[in-house]
Nanobody, 122 residues
Framework: QVQLVESGGGLVQPGGSLRLSCVAS????????MGWYRQAPGRQRELVAQ???????DYADSVKGRFTITRDYGKNTVFLQMNNLKPEDTAVYYC????????????????WGQGTRVTVSP
């Protein structure tokens, strides 16, 4: 069974930084896509950053220049470095994986973690 677990959220002041981590565990052969999404209360879940295997990273306009997504392919892990945080960044951040291939050659197309909360407040 493949699972995603996020960590690294917390309470920070505006201008501060956080580093989120998401680890995919289980019998995994490869993961084509990993991304970060966020959802604030009363708002729709939105894409923050994404990265396909051997491809460039994509970012929402609101976080460009402040956030950086990276992947450790050997450890099936994706990170989100968040700098110069703003109150508007307050949300629950979710990790997503798509086109996961297991060692048993099963395909998983859409997998979500449980989320980690980020609060940016003075």
């Amino acid at each position: 069974q493949v699972q995603l677990v996020e960590s690294g959220g917390g309470l920070v002041q505006p201008g501060g930084s956080l580093r989120l981590s998401c680890v995919a565990s289980g019998s995994i052969f490869s993961i084509n896509y990993m991304g970060w999404y966020r959802q604030a209360p009363g708002r729709q879940r939105e894409l923050v950053a994404q990265m396909r295997n051997a491809g460039p990273a994509d970012y929402a306009d609101s976080v460009k220049g402040r956030f950086t997504i990276t992947r450790d392919y050997g450890k099936n892990t994706v990170f989100l470095q968040m700098n110069n945080l703003k109150p508007e960044d307050t949300a629950v951040y979710y990790c997503n994986a798509d086109r996961v291939t297991t060692t048993g050659r099963q395909a998983i197309f859409d997998l979500w973690g449980q989320g980690t909360r980020v609060t940016v407040s003075p």
